[in-house]
Structures are given as C-alpha cells and as structure tokens.
T-cell receptor, first 118, second 109 residues
C-alpha cells in the first residue's frame, strides 16, 4: 500500500484481556514508531525500532506493554491484562531515515487503532 | 530537544493565508524544525521541515528566522479542510518527538 496501515481500526475489550495491535509500515522505511494518544491530549512516545538495532522501549508505560517487529516490516504492539487507563488511540508511524539526518523527511502516520477497555 | 511554544488556537478566513507561529528560543545548531498537523480522528500528517533556510512544498511554506529562535508555517490559501491541530516540533538526531498541545486552527467559511 501507499501508506502506513494499522489493524484493527477499533478494538473494544474487557478489562484484564490481552490485545494485539498491528502496524504495516511503508515499504522500505527502516524506522517504525508507536505512540499513544489519549482523548484530547498530545501524542505519547512508546517505542522505536530502527533496522536491526535494539529497539528503544523507554516510552512503554509498564511491563504489560511489549512490541515486536519482524525485520523491517510488520510490527505488533501487545498489551497484556488491559486496564481502563489503556483506552486511547494507538498510532504507528514509519520513516525512511533517522530523524535529524540530513535530508530525512518526516514520520508518516497510520490511521491509528482506537482501543476501548470496558 | 528544544521546547516549542505555540498559541493554543487561531482562526483564519477561508481563502486567506494562515500564519502559524512557533517559538523555539532554546534551539541548538543541529536541531531541525518539523511541522505536522492532525485532522480530527486521523493520525498526524507530516507537512514540512527545515534547518535554517526557508522551505516550500506543495502544502505549505516554512519561514525560519535568522537566529532560528522562531518559525512560521504559512498555508497560503487556507481551505475548510485545513482545520486541524498544527504541531511544531524541534529535534536533532533523536526520534522521540515531543508533541505538545499544538495550535488548533479553525478555518472559517
């Protein structure tokens, strides 16, 4: 596809259940990012993948959150034992070069997954 | 990464130029200025970025002051579809964008 895609677009789950969110980045983009956006708030960085380097997981809010990426393609964000506070839109983005690198463009975002924990 | 300051909201008449300011007085020499926008219920959209020279693309123009302590995003002929929250971000080689609350631009018919 031409852009970043995410699935599902909406997910409603019960407190305590596990959920898995998927992101398909733009082909050829080596960098992939996950963000969380609560209602009415700005974006909150969660995790960053760059090529084969170890991911930066410093933004993950708790050990219930984890993410994986297969090579330079699909990524999944897993939230275990969901809590109501996890309700938010989860956004994935990809970029071609490391931000700040001369000539690097911006991050391209997917439409997000709206997670509602009841 | 440098912190940015933006007005919380602005209005602009349809067809007129929208000028969105951003202050980044603590910017350092290797930090870029990026602009994104987020239309309601959608993911953020990259608009433009620059280091020190003014930049223009099909969406907007970016004017960076000579001392680089502030910048202005210009939408030359605003339309109703430009109504969105506009984020100004300054960073260097790090990738942890700090998205503040941005400027909520409302284009009026």
């Amino acid at each position: 596809g031409a852009g970043v895609s995410q699935s599902p677009s909406n997910k409603v789950t019960e407190k305590g259940k596990d959920v898995e969110l998927r992101c398909d980045p733009i082909s050829g983009h080596t960098a992939l990012y996950w963000y969380r956006q609560r209602l009415g708030q700005g974006l909150e960085f969660l995790i960053y993948f760059q090529g084969n380097s170890a991911p930066d997981k410093s933004g993950l809010p708790s050990d219930r959150f984890s993410a994986e990426r297969t090579g330079e393609s699909v990524s999944t964000l897993t939230i275990q034992r969901t809590q109501q506070e996890d309700s938010a839109v989860y956004l994935c983005a990809s970029s071609h070069l490391t931000p700040g690198t001369s000539g690097a463009g911006g991050q391209f975002f997917g439409p997000g997954t709206r997670l509602t924990v009841l | 990464d440098a912190k940015t300051t933006q007005p919380p909201s602005m209005d602009c008449a349809e067809g007129r130029a929208a000028n969105l300011p951003c202050n980044h007085s603590t910017i350092s020499g290797n930090e870029y200025v990026y602009w994104y926008r987020q239309i309601h219920s959608q993911g953020p959209q990259y608009i433009i970025h620059g280091l020190k020279n003014n930049e223009t693309n099909e969406m907007a123009s970016l004017i960076i002051t000579e001392d680089r302590k502030s910048s202005t995003l210009i939408l030359p002929h605003a339309t109703l579809r430009d109504t969105a929250v506009y984020y100004c971000i300054v960073h260097s080689g790090t990738y942890k964008y700090i998205f503040g609350t941005g400027t909520r631009l409302k284009v009026l018919a």
